[in-house]
C-alpha cells in the first residue's frame, strides 16, 4: 500500500513536471515537424548560391534573386513583390584571367574587384612594380611616373600565409612570439610608408590610375588558409585585381629581387548605367488584426569574391523556410506576417533604411522584427537591444521553443540599441522592438565574412534548421500574443568613451542613387 502511493505520487509528480515544461502546442509541433521532415534549406541555398551567385547591387544576379524569391514565395501561395527603393551603378562580372608570364608562365588565383574597370576585350600584360617607399608626399609625387605602363602592387607582403592558430598548435613558442614580432614591425612600416604618401585609399589609386599605371594588384588576405576579402574598386579606367597571398608573396618576392616578373590580366566586366534597385517583400495577411506585422528581415545583397553563403544566403533562407513552414501551418496569423529581403545592406543598410522611411504607417505598427545576419551558425545570443520590457515577451515567445535549441541562447536584457551592423539597427533607430538573431561564429569573420570562400559548403544546415524552427516560433507567438509591444527604451548607460549617457541611434536616410560620383 505504502509502496503504491509513493509510486503514484512519483508518477503525479512526473506528469505535473512534464505539463509544466512541454505543454503541447500543436502549432509548435507543426512547426518542429515541417522543418525536420520536409526542409527546403538545401535545395533554397543551392538555387541561390550556386545557380544565381553572388548578389551584388546593381548587378543582373541581385534582380535574378529578387525575382527567384518573388517566385518561389508565389509558388508557396505567399503574396511577394518587388519594391523600388532606389538605383545603383549597375555592373556585372565578366572573366577574371590573371597569369605571370615572365620568367615562367603560371596562372595566378586572382580576381577582379567589384565595379573594377575591364580590360576592354583584350590581355594586358606588363611588369609589376612595388609601392614606393617615398620619404614624402614630395617625393611620393616625384617616384609617381615610374608606375607608367606598370601594374602597381598596393599591399604589404605577408610574412607568413599560415594562420595563427596553426603557428599555435605547431610553433615553438620562441619562433611564434618572433614571427608576430616580425609581423607587427612589417605592418607598422607599411602604414608609416601609407602616411608618408599622404593620400587615401581612394585618392591613391586615382593617383596611380593618372600616372598611366597599367592596373592595380592587391591582396586583401583575411588571416586563414587561402582566404581573402573581396571588396570594391577605386579606379575608373584601369583595372584593379585581388591576388591571393600565395601569388602575391610570389610576384612580390620576384619584383623585389630584381626578376621584373611580367603579368597578363584580362578581366571582362561589364558596365550597366544606372539600374533600379529593390526589396523583396512578402506577406502573410492577418485575419484578426491586419495592421500590425511581425516581420522577418536579413539582408539578400552580398559581396562577390564567394557566393554571399554565410552573408546572406544563410539568413536569407532561414527566412524563406520560416516563412514556408508558417504559410503551412498558420495560414490565418492573427497580426500580419511580413518578410524583407533587403537590397544593399552590404553598402550602409540601404534597402531596410528605405523601407522604414518610405512605410511609416507599418513601421509604427511592427509587434517585433526578428533579423539574421552573422553566418550560418545557430543563435547563440539573443539582446533586448535596450527595449526596457522586451525581456517579458521575448521570454514568453521563448517558453515554447525545444530545450536543445533555446538553452544555448544567451540572453541579455535590457541590453543596448544596436547602431548599425545589419538591418534591425535601421528599425531599432526607429524606435521598433527589432532583434538580431546572432549566430556561433564558425570562424566567420575571418574564413567566410567578404571573402572569396563564402560558399555553399559552409553552410551549416543543422544550425540552419535550428534557426528556421526558433524563428518560425517566434514569429508565430509575437503574432498570437494578447498585447501589443512595449516600445519603452531604457535609460542607457554613461558611455565610457565620451563620459555622456549614450543617445538612442537616430534614423537615417538611405543612399538612393549608389555608386555613382
Ligand atoms: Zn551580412
Do not use: C
Not at 543582373?60 to 534573386?65: F, I, L, S, V
Not at 598596393?154 to 605547431?170: A, L
Not at 502573410?284 to 488584426?289: A, F, M, Q
Not at 545576419?373 to 515554447?400: E, K
Request: a neutral charge; hydrophobic letters at 35%; charged letters at 20%.
Amino acid at each position: 500500500m505504502k509502496k503504491s502511493i509513493r509510486l503514484l505520487s512519483i508518477l503525479l509528480l512526473f506528469s505535473a513536471t512534464l505539463s509544466f515544461s512541454q505543454v503541447k502546442n500543436p502549432i509548435v509541433e507543426s512547426i518542429i515537424k515541417e522543418a525536420t521532415e520536409n526542409s527546403q534549406l538545401k535545395k533554397l541555398a543551392h538555387e541561390l548560391t550556386d545557380g544565381i551567385g553572388p548578389r551584388l547591387v546593381g548587378t543582373p544576379q541581385m534582380k535574378q534573386a529578387h525575382d527567384w524569391a518573388v517566385n518561389k514565395y508565389q509558388s508557396w501561395g505567399i503574396s511577394a513583390k518587388n519594391e523600388k527603393w532606389g538605383e545603383w551603378r549597375g555592373w556585372e562580372r565578366g572573366v577574371s584571367h590573371i597569369d605571370m608570364v615572365y620568367p615562367r608562365v603560371k596562372s595566378l588565383e586572382g580576381i577582379q574587384l567589384a565595379w573594377s574597370p575591364s580590360t576592354n576585350g583584350k590581355s594586358i600584360i606588363a611588369e609589376t612594380i612595388i609601392l614606393g617607399d617615398a620619404p614624402d608626399s614630395m617625393a611620393f609625387q616625384k617616384w609617381l611616373p615610374s608606375v607608367k605602363g606598370k601594374f602597381v602592387m598596393i599591399s604589404m607582403n605577408q610574412p607568413t600565409g599560415r594562420p595563427d592558430y596553426n603557428w599555435e598548435e605547431f610553433a615553438t613558442k620562441e619562433s611564434f612570439e618572433k614571427m608576430k614580432a616580425e609581423r607587427t614591425a612589417e605592418s607598422a612600416e607599411w602604414r608609416t610608408r601609407m602616411t608618408k604618401i599622404g593620400l587615401s585609399s581612394k585618392n591613391l589609386a586615382l593617383a596611380l590610375e593618372k600616372a598611366g599605371a597599367a592596373g592595380i594588384v592587391a591582396s586583401n588576405w583575411s588571416a586563414g588558409f587561402g582566404v581573402n576579402k573581396i571588396f570594391s574598386a577605386n579606379t575608373t579606367k584601369i583595372p584593379t585585381v585581388d591576388l591571393a597571398l600565395e601569388d602575391y608573396g610570389m610576384v612580390y618576392r620576384l619584383t623585389e629581387s630584381g626578376v621584373n616578373p611580367k603579368i597578363s590580366i584580362r578581366v571582362d566586366s561589364k558596365e550597366l548605367g544606372l539600374v533600379p534597385t529593390f526589396n523583396t517583400i512578402a506577406e502573410i495577411r492577418g485575419t484578426e488584426k491586419p495592421e500590425e506585422y511581425v516581420m522577418l528581415s536579413a539582408h539578400f545583397d552580398s559581396w562577390d569574391g564567394g557566393t554571399g553563403a554565410t552573408d546572406n544566403a544563410t539568413g536569407t533562407i532561414t527566412m524563406l523556410e520560416a516563412m514556408r513552414i508558417l504559410k503551412k501551418v498558420y495560414p490565418n496569423p492573427k497580426r500580419t506576417i511580413l518578410v524583407g529581403h533587403w537590397g544593399s545592406e552590404e553598402q550602409g543598410l540601404n534597402g531596410s533604411r528605405a523601407f522604414v522611411e518610405d512605410h511609416p504607417e507599418i513601421v509604427k505598427n511592427i509587434q517585433a522584427l526578428f533579423n539574421q545576419d552573422n553566418g550560418t551558425g545557430r543563435v547563440v545570443d539573443l539582446s533586448g537591444q535596450g527595449f526596457l520590457n522586451a525581456y517579458d515577451y521575448l521570454g514568453r515567445w521563448l517558453n515554447p521553443v525545444p530545450t536543445d535549441i533555446k538553452s544555448q541562447i544567451k540572453t541579455s536584457f535590457p541590453g543596448s540599441p544596436g547602431g548599425g551592423g545589419s538591418d534591425y539597427a535601421s528599425f531599432v533607430a526607429a524606435g521598433v522592438p527589432a532583434f538580431s538573431l546572432s549566430s556561433l561564429s564558425w570562424s566567420y569573420g575571418n574564413y567566410t565574412w567578404h571573402t572569396n570562400r563564402d560558399t555553399y559548403d559552409k553552410i551549416v544546415f543543422d544550425d540552419v534548421q535550428n534557426n528556421a524552427i526558433l524563428t518560425a516560433i517566434l514569429v508565430y507567438m509575437a503574432s498570437e500574443d494578447p498585447v501589443k509591444t512595449s516600445r519603452e527604451k531604457s535609460i542607457l548607460p554613461v558611455s565610457s568613451r565620451t563620459g555622456k549617457p549614450i543617445e538612442w541611434p537616430t534614423q537615417r536616410s538611405p543612399t538612393r542613387k549608389g555608386g555613382v560620383n
